[in-house]
């Protein structure tokens, strides 16, 4: 395919650095073999998908009811703002992604789903997005933002220092999200420094907090920022 652009059918045509995530396809698309397309980088920064279908679930249950809107800031190849998109609950999803390559693999992939034409696609980056052309309707939507990491590197860590997580550190994404936006959920490593976290919180709020596992294994955590309702007991386990 062009512009960097694959659908890997062997392991053989694999990079040796990301062939690990490529046994894992179908556990990050269970639709892989329909023609997902993925660029090398991406494959990295994508949420599995029974992980993002969770956090699909849990967010539309704990969101405030009169949130109607949901912006995924760091839309990579697609796979939250797909689930987002399945579980039927918002009436506007914008998907924001600075990699065109990569934005045209997560519109590729939606069409496989059935829910290219449920998002609205913005390609470019999301802090000056949110600023600029959807300023206005931030205040009145609910934000989900999934940030690069750092690499592969953060799974070294046994406490992950987010002040200092690259390109992004947590005071640049409250910055950018929590302040303005108040109802936010950051999608972070499993190790993340929860006194980090503690101190973003309002006095009088919970600090709000979902591991994902699959496997039994951890695999990441929500933060959930702002007026949602009480994340444990909105869930139907």
């Known amino acids: 395919?062009?512009?960097?652009?694959?659908?890997?059918?062997?392991?053989?045509?694999?990079?040796?650095?990301?062939?690990?995530?490529?046994?894992?396809?179908?556990?990050?698309?269970?639709?892989?073999?329909?023609?997902?397309?993925?660029?090398?980088?991406?494959?990295?920064?994508?949420?599995?998908?029974?992980?993002?279908?969770?956090?699909?679930?849990?967010?539309?249950?704990?969101?405030?009811?009169?949130?109607?809107?949901?912006?995924?800031?760091?839309?990579?190849?697609?796979?939250?703002?797909?689930?987002?998109?399945?579980?039927?609950?918002?009436?506007?999803?914008?998907?924001i992604e600075k990699d065109p390559q990569v934005l045209q693999c997560a519109k590729h992939n939606a069409s496989i789903y059935g829910v290219e034409s449920k998002i609205w696609w913005i390609e470019g980056d999301c802090f000056?997005?949110?600023?600029?052309?959807?300023?206005?309707?931030?205040?009145?939507?609910?934000?989900?933002?999934?940030?690069?990491?750092?690499?592969?590197?953060?799974?070294?860590?046994?406490?992950?220092?987010?002040?200092?997580?690259?390109?992004?550190g947590l005071p640049d994404l409250y910055d950018a999200f929590v302040k303005p936006a108040k109802d936010v959920v950051l999608y972070l490593p499993r190790t993340s420094d929860l006194r980090q976290l503690a101190k973003y919180v309002p006095d009088g709020k919970t600090l709000q907090i979902m591991h994902y596992c699959m496997k039994g294994a951890s695999k990441a955590l929500c933060v959930f920022y702002g007026d949602f309702a009480n994340v444990k007991t909105a869930i139907d386990y």
């Open 1 to 95: 395919m062009e512009n960097g652009i694959h659908h890997y059918d062997d392991s053989s045509q694999v990079p040796e650095n990301i062939k690990k995530y490529w046994h894992q396809r179908y556990l990050i698309f269970s639709e892989y073999d329909a023609g997902i397309q993925m660029t090398d980088d991406a494959w990295f920064g994508i949420t599995p998908e029974p992980v993002a279908r969770r956090i699909a679930d849990h967010v539309a249950k704990a969101a405030p009811a009169e949130k109607k809107i949901l912006i995924d800031t760091f839309a990579g190849a697609g796979g939250n703002a797909i689930a987002f998109a399945l579980s039927g609950r918002w009436d506007q999803i914008f998907a």
């Open 128 to 168: 000056g997005i949110m600023k600029t052309r959807l300023k206005s309707t931030a205040k009145n939507a609910v934000i989900f933002a999934s940030p690069p990491w750092g690499g592969p590197g953060y799974t070294e860590d046994a406490i992950f220092n987010l002040n200092t997580m690259q390109p992004y």
